[in-house]
């Protein structure tokens, strides 16, 4: 199954030097029956784009729990097998069993340098958001409305030297 990973700019260089990549508390988001239950409608390709903003807005939070972190949104598109469901934390989120090698990474994607300032302001208010403050929503809206852009497994030692 096809899963969306949140990453920081930190985990992209892990990946890069162990050859795998560790997800935080093995959370991971998918287009699983409880998403496509939550919407009335969309194709698959729609609902798998909706699974990958909601693991965009988990980047927000270990961007937030970085000291030093780059202020970018990742994250790692991976084909992986056994997966736990976990729709009491929400419709999208799955559970992964243990380290993903860099040969099941389908794509990675990262915020253009444009979106720093953005992402930076929307990182110091994920937690606010999340109450339900309309500012802090605003504030997350601006980092959301960035597109991800798209990178091929292969192109990680380059992306990363172009940071």
């Known amino acids: 199954m096809r899963v969306y990973l949140p990453a920081t700019i930190a985990m992209l ?88 090698p860099l040969s099941a990474v389908a794509a990675i994607h990262v915020d253009a340098p444009e979106a720093a300032d953005a992402v930076s302001a929307a990182a110091a208010v994920i937690d606010a958001a999340d109450l339900g403050d309309p500012d802090a929503e605003f504030t997350l809206g601006d980092a959301e409305d960035h597109e991800l852009a798209w990178y091929a497994p292969q192109e990680l030692p380059f992306l990363l030297e172009l940071l």
Do not use: C, M, Q
């Open 13 to 100: 260089r892990d990946l890069e030097s162990s050859g795998e990549f560790r997800a935080r508390s093995g959370t991971a988001f998918a287009l699983t029956p409880a998403l496509r239950e939550a919407y009335s409608s969309g194709s698959d390709e729609e609902l798998e784009y909706a699974a990958l903003l909601d693991a965009a807005r988990a980047s927000l939070r270990l961007i937030a729990a970085e000291e030093k972190g780059e202020p970018r949104r990742v994250v790692i598109s991976a084909d992986v097998e056994g997966l736990t469901l976990r729709p009491d934390l929400d419709a999208p989120v799955v559970r992964i069993g243990g380290p993903i």
